[in-house]
């Protein structure tokens, strides 16, 4: 599969079948994440994590052996790094067969971090379990699953823009590419991300939710908005760059980044 289709057809994965990873499997996994650079340059540590060894788990995911955690410096755009990194890691593992999801509510915390051996100018945003999906999701996670609406994304036209927030982008050529921004996983399926284009340029916009921005010490839809960039600058050619543009938003919208594709 191409890095297109990898986005489309991955899936949150809760119910696993029970068996570990093969050991072919787990060197590809550890030994990729140790490649993964993100586009902020804020350094993000993969950790393998034992379920029985450590005591771990969580009460929406039935069948794993492992989990997988990060940790990130406490330093500006942390988020994002994390998040831009985190999914680098979930496409590789969908590419080989490995079945993920991103746990950052339903889980013991100080347990997991703990485990990770995390360290008190570190933040262990995020965890996944790891595993093979199992032929039939359980019942907790089809409820969950209906619950955030999961297979569901907001249209396009909800989510990109052409030169400011009032005009709806129409660039048949740039929305092929937008789609697969559009299919990025996110905290209870609340897509924040907005995105402008302006010439080869693509504003990141964050669209705040309310009852997000104060439950943790970072922003969890600042998570959200590394995982559209990962997205994004997995399919084009483009270079980030945060310098804000000036386009009018509301105050419930945030400039994150800008990616200036090349032709």
Excluded at 155 to 162: E, G, Q, T, V
Excluded at 173 to 178: D, G
Aim: glycine residues 6%.
């Amino acid at each position: 599969m191409d890095m297109k289709e990898i986005i489309r057809t991955r899936k949150s994965v809760r119910t696993f079948d029970g068996k570990p990873l093969s050991a072919e499997d787990k060197t590809k996994l550890l030994s990729y994440v140790e490649s993964i650079a993100n586009p902020y340059n804020i350094p993000v540590k993969f950790v393998w994590l034992d379920k029985n060894k450590h005591g771990l788990s969580s009460p929406v995911i039935v069948g794993e052996d492992a989990y997988i955690a990060a940790k990130v410096p406490k330093v500006s755009h942390a988020e994002e790094a994390f998040g831009y990194s985190f999914e680098k890691m979930v496409l590789y593992a969908w590419s080989i067969g490995i079945g993920t999801t991103w746990i950052g509510g339903t889980l013991d915390r100080k347990l997991f971090e703990k485990a990770a051996d995390t360290a008190a100018d570190e933040y262990m945003m995020i965890v996944s379990p790891l595993g093979y999906p199992a032929e039939k999701p359980s019942e907790v996670d089809r409820r969950l699953r209906d619950k955030v609406h999961g297979d569901e994304r907001l249209p396009a036209s909800k989510m990109f823009f052409d030169g400011n927030f009032q005009t709806p982008l129409t660039d048949s050529e740039a929305l092929a590419i937008l789609e697969a921004v559009r299919w990025y996983p996110s905290a209870a399926n609340m897509q924040p991300c907005r995105i402008v284009k302006d010439g080869s340029k693509y504003h990141f916009y964050e669209q705040h939710k309310e009852g997000y921005r104060n439950a943790y010490a970072w922003d969890v839809q600042k998570i959200d908005m590394g995982i559209a960039l990962c997205h994004f600058m997995s399919v084009t050619n483009g270079t980030l760059i945060t310098e804000s543009p000036n386009i009018v938003v509301n105050e419930d919208t945030e400039y994150i980044a800008t990616v200036m594709v090349k032709d």
